[in-house]
Every structure is written in structure tokens, then in C-alpha cells.
């Protein structure tokens, strides 16, 4: 009869265990070099969302003549705001249609 020592068994699972993993230039080769795109998301719409609280901060303070700014100063930043908020709108729109666009593909 033939007995396998503890030690044996282990050592051969590590062998095996180490054959199975993918080498280590594979897994970085997979991940893609440059920006996150949901890095670079998240923060356009932070900054989106800051020009819209700092337009109603401005045209709150200005109603209750509470701030130094100008009617051209305020108006100004809610229109930055406005547009800023229509672009990421169109820009999602756009990434939208383009998976829509890929999901119809035949395979």
C-alpha cells in the first residue's frame, strides 16, 4: 500500500495552484494604459453639478441683495451651468445610442 504524506499532497497542490495562474504580464497586458473613463465621468458631472449649486448660490444672494456680484455676473454663471448641464445631457445621449448601437450588432 501506497501512502501520500500531508506535506507531498500540499506541495503538489501549490505546483498545480501556481500553473493555473495566469502570468503576471497577462493580467496587466489586460487592463488598458491611460485614463479611467469612470474617473473622468464622475468627475465632469461633480463639476456640473458645482457650477449648478454655485449659479443658485449666486442668483439666491442676489435676489436677497445679500452678495457683491453683478445681474451680468450672475446670469453668466447660470448660463455656464445651463450649458454645461446640456452637454453632458448630449454626451450621454450619444453613449446611449452607440450601446444601443452595439447591442443590435449580430454576432
Given at each position: 500500500m501506497n501512502t501520500i504524506s500531508a506535506d507531498h499532497l500540499l506541495s503538489?497542490?501549490?505546483t498545480m495552484g501556481r500553473e493555473l495562474r495566469p502570468p503576471e504580464s497577462a493580467s496587466q497586458a489586460a487592463r488598458?494604459?491611460?485614463?479611467?473613463?469612470g474617473a473622468m465621468l464622475k468627475t465632469t458631472v461633480d463639476a456640473v453639478?458645482?457650477?449648478q449649486k454655485y449659479s443658485s448660490e449666486?442668483?439666491?444672494g442676489f435676489e436677497a441683495g445679500t452678495t457683491d456680484k453683478s445681474l451680468a455676473e450672475v446670469m453668466i454663471a447660470s448660463?455656464?451651468?445651463s450649458l454645461?448641464?446640456?452637454a453632458v445631457t448630449e454626451?450621454?445621449?450619444k453613449l446611449?445610442?452607440?450601446y444601443q448601437d452595439i447591442m443590435n450588432m449580430p454576432v
Open positions: 503538489q497542490i501549490r488598458p494604459e491611460g485614463p479611467d473613463f453639478n458645482d457650477a449666486l442668483k439666491t448660463q455656464k451651468a454645461s448641464f446640456r454626451v450621454r445621449n446611449i445610442t452607440a
